[in-house]
């Protein structure tokens, strides 16, 4: 074992597990994936922090160190139980919490951690957060380990900072922990024992804006937070060396503080064997009914009925209906596709409706109602994987990316991907994609046609065989001695980590 490891086993690790909590996909897999991959390992200590995004939550218990709480069993359990309903319906919420943060910032307080005991909890923590990435399999794993509770919510620490322009940053108590890992730039201090750590997906909220959800607060909010841990001294881990350049291209300054881990694909995703036909029943029980929305007098229509009951010629895309993704370029290029040859060729969209989607359903609709295209949502992972097994093509049309998960798990099902040529992509994708222009419809239909003619099989086969070897670069066990080597090298002695982080990290 390497000294440096070797010198810094039980590190012990606070991971941040807000997003986790909101949505299924993206951010909050990735934060699923990292906490089972860090929980795996027996020389480290993970615990998950557990802050509402915009409600305010009751203490916990005291930390173990304090001894006794002085509640009884029944006390204890209540006090837990009232901070799950509190997730949901705060009597706070991040205005007044910002303004209560600000008062205790004032007279120097910290905010203190308090435990949430998962005991009689389990439940709650695996559905609530684990279970729409991980198999049951990890149930004991992940509900058997620590969590923390902070009080005032995420959004009121942003709040805070960008009202006092910087001048009362909360301050977080982590003095138990060696490292905290923020899913994204984190509005708030550390202990000075600890190091915290931003895991950096990308910086489309600073370079793309008119692409994010809400503009005006959401890109404040990224850049403010983003600007106070570089001053900071926080560790930045990009998921790819595409956004690590994004990254330096802002702050320069922190070159010598950004590595890059890529992200992991769910071991939920592999090729197996499965009957075309389910594709017929997946679409039928996880359509979006608010795409299916219907004018009055109208009738719904759910599947032609030359497609039930046998296999389906689709195109698939998965990924949040939102502007960047470029949905509408997807549309005109199989519209020109069904016009030229593939009559019969379906599209299917799997992602939840995010923001500023009215105009991408707005056109989706009328097909959708043919019964042509489909838009689905809620998808488990398992009939995800017989989604992209089945598929003609998987097609990642993005005008940007962090990363680009999509595309692997469609390489682990079997699938052939079609990608934007950006540059997260080539980086990701390697040799193992056909790249197309995102701004171009002859290119993408190019693309996409050089992928499912029949003449053209072998090619298809070639991108099969191509994506099976590159999608096993992000697995868990290709991913998880990163990340053990990069929280031993950033705990130890500066004079050693420049020396030892590339080749700890495989550079």
């Not at 915009?54 to 139980?81: H, K």
């Not at 016009?339 to 969209?349: D, F, R, T, V, Y």
């Not at 105009?359 to 995800?384: C, Q």
């Amino acid at each position: 074992m390497d000294a440096t490891v070797a010198a810094y086993k039980q590190l012990k690790v606070l991971l941040e597990m807000r997003p986790a909590l909101d949505r299924h996909a993206g951010i909050p897999q990735q934060t699923r994936l990292l906490f089972r991959a860090l929980a795996l390992r027996e020389d480290l200590a993970v615990a998950g922090l557990i802050q509402s995004s915009s409600n305010a939550l009751g203490s916990g218990l005291p930390a173990e160190s304090a001894g006794g709480s002085g509640l009884s069993m029944d006390e204890q359990i209540n006090r837990l139980s009232r901070i799950v309903i509190m997730l949901d319906q705060g009597f706070l919420r991040s205005r007044v919490s910002a303004l209560l943060l600000a008062g205790r910032r004032l007279v120097g307080r910290s905010e203190e951690l308090t435990r949430f005991e998962p005991r009689h909890f389990r439940d709650f923590i695996w559905r609530r957060m684990f279970a729409k990435s991980l198999p049951p399999a990890d149930f004991e794993l992940v509900t058997g380990a620590g969590f923390r509770i902070a009080r005032a919510p995420w959004t009121a620490f942003h709040i805070c900072t960008l009202a006092s322009g910087g001048l009362l940053i909360p301050r977080l108590d982590t003095s138990e922990f060696d490292v905290m890992i923020a899913e994204t730039p984190y509005p708030a201090k550390v202990s000075k024992r600890t190091k915290l750590v931003i895991r950096y997906h990308d910086a489309v909220p600073l370079l793309m804006p008119h692409t994010i959800a809400d503009r005006r607060y959401d890109q404040a909010f990224h850049y403010r937070a983003l600007r106070h841990n570089v001053a900071n001294g926080a560790w930045f881990v990009c998921v790819s060396e595409a956004t690590r350049r994004d990254l330096l291209a802002v702050f320069p300054q922190v070159e010598s503080r950004a590595v890059t881990i890529h992200n992991m694909v769910s071991h939920e995703y592999f090729d197996e064997p499965s009957a075309p036909a389910r594709v017929a029943e997946i679409i039928g029980r996880r359509r979006n009914p608010r795409v299916l929305r219907l004018e009055k007098g109208s009738r719904d229509v759910a599947l032609a009925d030359d497609s039930r009951g046998g296999a389906i010629d689709y195109l698939l895309m998965v990924s949040t209906v939102e502007p960047r993704k470029n949905h509408l370029a997807l549309l005109a290029a199989w519209e020109r596709l069904r016009s030229e040859g593939h009559s019969g060729l379906k599209l299917i969209l799997v992602g939840s409706l995010g923001w500023h989607h009215a105009e991408i359903v707005r056109k989706y609709r009328p097909w959708v109602r043919r019964g042509d295209a489909f838009v689905l949502d809620d998808v488990p992972s398992s009939e995800l994987r017989l989604l992209y097994k089945h598929a003609r093509v998987a097609v990642c049309p993005s005008f940007a990316e962090g990363f680009g998960l999509s595309g692997v798990e469609a390489m682990m099902c079997g699938c052939p991907v079609v990608a934007s040529d950006i540059a997260a992509h080539r980086e990701v994708y390697a040799d193992a994609a056909e790249y197309c222009n995102p701004y171009s419809l002859d290119d993408l239909v190019r693309a996409i046609r050089g992928v499912i003619d029949p003449a053209n099989a072998r090619r298809r086969e070639e991108l099969v065989a191509l994506g099976a070897a590159v999608a096993r670069r992000y697995t868990c066990e290709a991913i998880q001695p990163k990340w053990r080597a990069f929280l031993a090298a950033a705990c130890a002695p500066h004079a050693a980590v420049s020396e030892k982080m590339p080749a700890a990290l495989g550079i």
